[in-house]
């Protein structure tokens, strides 16, 4: 063994999925996982700031880590995700000096080249990684049945409120035959589902030559021998299309499933976030997915106390979730961002006033949810087998709708699709048994 290493992983899921990658390159030298950050060689905080609570967070991870290096010189401390950006490293470098790499999103060579580059690691050789990003089998220890796959990186809408285009840049989409590879390389690993990920993700390949689009994409993903389901997440209501929607309805292992925030209700507040889109845009885009798919799951994330937001305004938002009767919402409280157009407004909602609206609209949520699970009462539904918890003797599992469910079944179904009965159904999950 060479050393090694922890990452320290908050935010979206495509940090998880460059987690996921460093740890792939770092294992390919030798390197091996340990669970916790103050007893690795090699420390790696991979982190969000799409809100202060999170960046905070990092923050006090990063420091704690410095106090740990003071007795440690050797470790190394490695700062990646939406904290370092494209252009935030050199104001962090002054701010923590104990951290010797920083990384963009997506960027993870850079730690690679640096500890290649210190005496300690030189007898590494760096051909044991495939340098050309994302191609190199991926290690699967824990058996994950699930994988995320970044399709488009960065995002080039500036929303007014949200830091990443600043962070991860324009969007851009990866080559097709490189998303493929990957994909080939995780079924390899036991994967039987991915999901794609792109902040928008229905823009994929735009940017590319030739004739590349998400349906196309799907429809390619979905022919690969040993997948069994295919996800995609976020869509953007003003790019999601027709065709899209059509491959989701006509491709079997496509599931019918979507995360579609509208962030806020009212046409006033939409069009001060510049989201591009009003009210009635959105609706109709649900009713075309509903005609198309009846029975599609739409998730959905909201910002409760953006700047000027009323207390109508708010309950606009509200009644707009509850009259879709909507699946799962995210549901954010307003925070500033640095450089972003929204941080220029003042942030008139107070605290208490944001966890209020943020607490009656996990309300209305669970509520609607519950109303939702409860007419799938009784019904059969197809399950992937994710995980069986030992502690209460049961599987663990997903429905296409991505709706989360625990079922009892004897023999082995790990990665496999199970016909479950429910026999019990709450607002965030369901209980039944394998038929
Ligand atoms: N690209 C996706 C997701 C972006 S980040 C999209 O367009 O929806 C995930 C969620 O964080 C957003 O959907 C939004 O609800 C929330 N968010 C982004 N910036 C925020 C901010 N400044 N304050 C509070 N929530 C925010």
Known sequence: MTGTYHIWTIGCQMNEADSRHLASQLEALGFAETPRAEHADIAVLNTCVVRQQPEDKAVSKMLSLGGTKRNKRKMII????????????EDLAVRFPFVDVFMAPSQTDALIDYVLSRDEYSHLDRTQIELSDYRLPVINREKSITAFVPITLGCSHACSYCVIPYRRGPDRSRKPEEILAEIHALVGQGI???????????RYGFDLDG??????L??????????????????????IDEELIRTVAETEKVCSYFELPFQAGSDRILESMRRGY?????????????????????????????PTETEEDFLETVKLYDELKLDLAH???YSP????????????VSDEEKESRANRFDEVVARVMGENNALMLGAVVEVLAEEFQESKGRWRGRTPQNKLVFFEHEGDCLGKLVN????????????????
Request: net charge positive.
């Open 278 to 306: 009003t009210q009635a845009e959105y609706r109709e885009v649900v009713s075309n997915i509903r005609k198309m798919i009846p029975d599609a799951s739409i998730n959905t994330d909201v910002i409760v106390g953006y």
């Open 420 to 435: 479950v009965k429910l026999d019990w159904t709450g607002p965030f999950s369901l209980i039944g048994r394998a038929i």
């Open 192 to 202: 039987k589902e991915v999901t794609l990920l792109g902040q928008i993700v229905d």
């Open 78 to 89: 490695a700062l990646m995700g939406c904290m370092v950006g494209r252009r935030e490293a």
């Open 337 to 348: 961002r640095p450089r972003t157009v929204s941080s220029k407004m003042s942030d008139d």
């Open 218 to 239: 799907l429809k390619e993903v979905a022919k690969i021998d040993g997948i069994l389901r295919v996800r995609f997440l976020t869509s953007h209501p003003s790019y």
């Open 211 to 216: 004739e590349f689009n998400l349906a196309w």
């Open 331 to 333: 549901i954010a409280k």
